[in-house]
Nanobody, 125 residues
């Protein structure tokens, strides 16, 4: 399983970015893919996730501002981020795990075994 993130950068507060996670090495129909972020001296926190059947998860802090989607034909998962705030500044990672059926809650970070190298998002004026 390989995951490669792209699309990070510097954006002003209120701006938008779209992150992409190019995936390979697994069958899209079996895997859930999530986006997590990390700031210095803090652990990884989930931002959003999407199951193979399209069911999505969002952290409360990004609901209404971020949107996750997946294009199985292109083996890519996207995270559209709008109305960005300085507190969204972090390294964003995508992760994948074989979860054929969606659960009632999004699995914890430790449940995901495949991770990309991350992309930096900086929200600053």
């Amino acid at each position: 399983v390989q995951l490669v993130e792209s699309g990070g950068g510097l954006v002003q507060p209120g701006g938008s970015l779209r992150l992409s996670c190019a995936t390979s090495g697994f069958t899209s129909s079996d895997y859930a893919v999530g986006w997590a972020r990390q700031v210095p001296r803090k652990g990884l926190e989930w931002v959003s996730g999407i199951y193979s059947d399209g069911i999505t998860y969002y952290a409360d802090s990004v609901k209404g501002r971020f949107a996750i989607s997946r294009n199985n034909a292109k083996n890519t998962v996207y995270l559209e981020m709008n109305a960005l705030k300085p507190e969204d500044t972090a390294v964003y990672y995508c992760a994948a795990e074989r979860i054929p059926l969606h659960g009632s809650v999004w699995p914890p970070v430790a449940s995901f075994g495949s991770w990309g190298h991350g992309t930096q998002v900086t929200v600053s004026s």
